[in-house]
């Protein structure tokens, strides 16, 4: 697994994402289609953005090639320069191809992915530029986007009330949302990695305990998805790739702040979510999105089946149970079968049917589709058994 998957990213990924430089107009192109054809004047999402400049300033961290910097440094300028909100601070949603504001509203979840890629361009290069940058968005969620008893969603520019119809789906409009949770969690472990500001570990602490009593489902052992403002669910989901990118993420965030073994170790329930995905979710090979209502949602997403590979060999490494690692191992081959696109020119699809079909026809690369996921199985992978 870990050679193939060296050769994968080393000989197709990385070079894919560095053809997609904007040099310019910069940043890097918003939107590929499913037929490959590269729209140079499509919107471009901060998202999209920010998770470029974690992937290439953590190619650069994994395996210290510098050809990765100036890439990472392309992203990092468009995001200080085009999506950074100079008046009212945190960034837009999405800029033209130009860098001008489309959509100028402030969600939580964006502002998490800026903070997480800026803090690790930090770590790649020291520019203290960046660490400053994403220590005010980390203040301004901890001031406009949460309320007492955790973090709200979606805003106006000047951090009004907003829909939040960018994380909601299945017929209901969410008031907090485990997802957001979990990347605001995610984007603090690497601010507090990189700065150990004891302020930034007291709110990973409080968001460990709000996964613990909100959003763990100990009867269902799992997480749920979509709640109101007081944490009541509101819809019978259980998001497969969720709860195993949940499991292994909250051991990382619990081992980066030295809780392992101590008040705010979660490895109970990260065990018990990851056993039960094993159990009744995954088919040993691949795991579907996800099972709303009852009805299981067969199709093979990308970044599920990356998660899927992640958590298994998390799961393998705390318990030595070889079970784990051979789920990851066969996640893993199926995504080279189907997931991975063989056409010249692209990169992976998006999603497969259960027979490793991509009828669905997504674009390739969109304000969501990016090198995230696979990127950073990739460097776990690379990390933990390199």
Known sequence: MLNEM????????????????????????????FDLYLDKKAVKGCILNSRILWFFSNAFLTFKDESCLPYAKQAYEFLKNAFYDKEYGGVYWSVSYDGK??????????????????????DATKDEEALKLATEIFKLIETKCRDNDGYLEAFTRVFGDEDNDKLSENGV?????????????EAYTELYRVSKSEEVKEKIIEILGIFRNKIFNPEKERME????????????LHSFGHDIETAWLIDRTVEVIGAEGKENDMSDITGVLTEKIYR????????????????????????????????FLNAYQRSNDEKYLKAAENTWEFIVKYIIDPREGSEWYSDVNKEGVPESRKPIVDAWTCPYHNGRMYFEVVSRLG
């Open 101 to 122: 504001p489309v959509e100028d509203m402030k969600h939580t979840y964006n502002q998490a992915f800026a903070i997480y890629g800026l803090s690790s361009y930090y």
């Open 6 to 33: 060296k050769k994968e990213f080393e000989e197709h990924v990385i070079p894919f994402w560095k053809n997609l430089i904007d040099k310019e107009y910069g940043g890097f192109y918003g939107e590929m289609n």
């Open 225 to 236: 998805v979509f709640f109101d403002a007081d944490y009541h669910s509101l819809i019978d």
């Open 280 to 311: 009744d979710c995954f088919d040993g090979n691949s795991l579907p999105a996800e099972c709303c209502k009852g009805v299981v949602e067969e199709t093979r997403v990308w970044w599920v089946e990356c998660e899927t590979v992640i958590g």
């Open 173 to 185: 409009m969410a008031t907090r949302t485990m997802n957001t949770l979990l990347h605001v969690m």
